[in-house]
C-alpha cells in the first residue's frame, strides 16, 4: 500500500503531534499495562474527530497489546486466557457489536461517557475503596461476565474497554506480571474483534489505515522505554500509578468532551 499520498490527508503539524501523543501513550502502557488508548483517544481527539482517533489508534493498539501478551511466552499467555475466558469472551462479542455504531455517535458524548466511567473508577480506588472478588465460585463467573460486557459496550464505542478489565484485576489480587500479561490477553482479543468492526463499519479506510501503520513505530518505541520502567515498580507502586493514570486519562475526556 501505498502510504505517502494517504498520509497527505494530514497536515503535518498533527502528524509530529500524533507521533509524540503515540510515544507518550506506548510509555505509559509498557509501565502500567494500559492506557495507550486513553492517551491517544485524548491526545488525538484535540485534533481530530473522535471517530478519526478511534481509527488512527486501533493498529497501535493490536502491535502493543500483541507484544505485552506473549513477552513471557506463549504458554503463560494461554493459561492466563484459560483463566479470564469469561471475560474475554463476552467482551469480544459485545465489542463486535457496538462497534458497528460508533459512525452514528456524537464526538462530545463519546468522550464526556468514557471520561466519566474512568474518573469513577480510578478515583474510587484512590479514596481507599477496595473491591473484593473471590478466586473461585459463582460470583466470580458472575462478575467476569458483567465486566466483559461493559468492557466491550465501551471498548466498542471508543476502543478503550481497560477500566472495567483492570477494575476486576483489582478486585482478584492479581500479581503485577499476571496483572499485565491478562490485560494484554484481553487487550489483544479485543482489538483483533475491533479491526475487523471497524473494516465493516468504515472507520478503517483507505485514509485512517496508512495513518494508523505509522504510529505503530512511536508506540513500540514508547512501550520498549516503558517495559524498562515497569520491571523496577513493586507491586504497591504499580497499583497507584496505574490508578493515577487513569484519573488523568478520564479528566482529560472529560474536559474534551464538555469544553
Not at 25 to 34: L, Y
Request: with cysteine.
Amino acid at each position: 500500500m501505498d502510504l505517502v499520498s494517504p498520509l497527505a490527508a494530514y497536515d503535518p503539524a498533527i502528524i509530529a503531534a500524533a507521533t509524540l501523543i503515540m510515544l507518550l501513550g506506548g510509555f505509559v502502557k509498557g509501565a502500567v499495562g494500559f492506557a495507550m488508548p486513553m492517551i491517544a483517544l485524548s491526545g488525538l481527539g484535540s485534533l481530530l474527530s473522535a471517530q478519526e482517533a478511534v481509527a488512527i489508534l486501533i493498529l497501535p493498539t493490536c502491535l502493543s497489546n500483541f507484544w505485552q501478551t506473549f513477552r513471557q511466552g506463549g504458554l503463560a499467555a494461554r493459561d492466563t486466557a484459560v483463566r479470564f475466558w469469561r471475560l474475554n469472551l463476552f467482551m469480544g462479542l459485545s465489542i463486535g457489536v457496538i462497534a458497528q455504531f460508533v459512525p452514528g455517535i456524537r464526538s462530545e458524548d463519546l468522550f464526556v461517557a468514557l471520561g466519566l466511567v474512568i474518573v469513577a473508577a480510578a478515583g474510587a480506588q484512590l479514596s481507599g475503596w477496595r473491591p473484593r472478588v473471590p478466586e473461585n465460585g459463582g460470583r466470580r463467573a458472575t462478575v467476569e461476565i458483567v465486566a466483559g460486557l461493559v468492557a466491550g459496550v465501551i471498548g466498542g464505542v471508543s476502543g478503550v474497554w481497560g477500566p472495567p478489565v483492570i477494575l476486576l484485576l483489582v478486585a482478584l489480587d492479581t500479581p503485577k506480571t499476571e496483572m499485565v500479561r491478562a490485560q494484554g490477553v484481553s487487550y489483544l482479543i479485543g482489538s483483533v474483534v475491533l479491526v475487523a468492526a471497524h473494516l465493516q463499519s468504515g472507520l478503517l479506510d483507505a485514509t485512517t489505515v496508512p495513518m494508523s501503520a505509522l504510529m505503530c513505530l512511536p508506540a513500540a518505541a514508547g512501550m520498549w522505554a516503558g517495559l524498562v520502567a515497569q520491571d523496577r515498580m513493586d507491586q504497591a507502586r504499580f497499583r497507584r500509578m496505574t490508578l493515577v493514570v487513569l484519573c488523568l486519562a478520564g479528566l482529560n475526556l472529560l474536559r474534551r468532551g464538555l469544553f
